[in-house]
């Protein structure tokens, strides 16, 4: 077998002068051709080298292991925003738990835009009960709130997009965004996003993430705070505006159009206990906050 390659690869190299030259060239024309062919197929199966891919029709619809959505995706840009884009930027705010801050991460527009589709809906918070896994009232949450369906509309859809983008984790996987408002003296007691019961996790297994946007600005108060974070809470450049209640761990200060994504889960799939966080009572103002909790797994609507 590789006795008769390296012959024929010899003639194709012009070493028979003897044979006529048409047939020489043919032999090199064809070694060249099987030669291309080869390199193809190994570029093909490497997947250096791809074949355009052109259905448009299935844009934005991609399934999580689609790869071939990818490139394009890059090159979207939603129209008007591009100021904003400009002026976003990531602040990482914490390892330990992993928390970032984006900002500038919804227009103005988009904040308003949920408030006010959020406002006819709204009823008191509910936490959920660790035992039976059913909604409950609660004092440690003393909010209002409501869920958006996801992918309801196509503002909806586009921020839903971007938080996919941004965390990496597939659309699939969140559950519809939640809006909340809390007024003087409302707050929510520091707590875990991730579920200690199998009922929650039915559908889409643990929560892994959270991306906490704010739609408002809070004059005073109303930070969200992580107790439990490690590293110098006080090194923070707004640490001398934070109330009290955000004195006690590391406070992130709600600012409109900002997001806070931080992690319940660490790289290795174990939970984050420093992932616990609570709201501080908005002292000043008023806070409207929407909140995307992710999932280990896609997330049935
Ligand atoms: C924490 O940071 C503040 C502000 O940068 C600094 O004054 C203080 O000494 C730091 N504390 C520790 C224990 O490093």
């Not at 008191?124 to 039976?132: A, Y």
């Not at 889960?265 to 909790?293: R, Y």
């Amino acid at each position: 077998m590789v006795k008769g390659r390296q012959s024929r690869l010899g003639l194709g190299l012009g070493l028979g002068p003897r044979k006529s030259s048409s047939r020489a060239s043919w032999t090199m024309t064809l070694t060249l051709l099987v030669t291309c062919t080869f390199l193809i197929l190994i570029l093909l199966a490497l997947g250096i080298f791809s074949i355009p891919n052109d259905d448009d029709a299935s844009f934005g619809l991609s399934k999580p292991n689609d790869l071939t959505s990818i490139a394009r995706n890059t090159h979207v840009s939603e129209g008007g925003a591009d100021d904003d884009q400009e002026q976003r930027w990531v602040q990482i705010i914490s390892w330990e738990p992993r928390a970032f801050l984006y900002h500038h991460f919804l227009t103005k527009e988009e904040c308003e835009y949920l408030i006010n589709t959020a406002k006819p809906n709204m009823r008191k918070s509910t936490v959920v009960d660790s035992e039976t896994g059913k909604s409950k009232d609660s004092r440690v949450r003393t909010s209002s709130g409501t869920f958006l369906t996801r992918g309801q509309d196509q503002i909806v859809r586009n921020i839903e997009k971007r938080i996919a983008d941004f965390t990496f984790i597939p659309v699939e996987n969140g559950e519809g965004l939640q809006v909340l408002h809390y007024e003087v003296g409302q707050k929510y007691e520091p707590h875990f996003d991730y579920f200690m019961d199998a009922f929650n996790t039915n559908n889409g297994g643990q929560r892994i993430a959270t991306m906490l946007m704010y739609l408002s600005d809070v004059e005073e108060g109303g930070e969200t705070v992580f107790p439990d974070a490690k590293g110098n809470i006080s090194s923070v450049p707004w640490w001398n505006e934070l109330s009290d209640c955000g004195k006690k761990g590391l406070s992130i200060k709600p600012k409109m159009g900002d997001a806070l994504l931080f992690w319940s889960m660490k790289p290795d799939a174990t939970l984050d206990p420093t992932s616990l966080h609570g709201g501080c009572p908005v002292i000043k103002g008023n806070k409207w906050s929407c909140t995307k909790w992710m999932r280990i797994n896609e997330y049935k609507i």
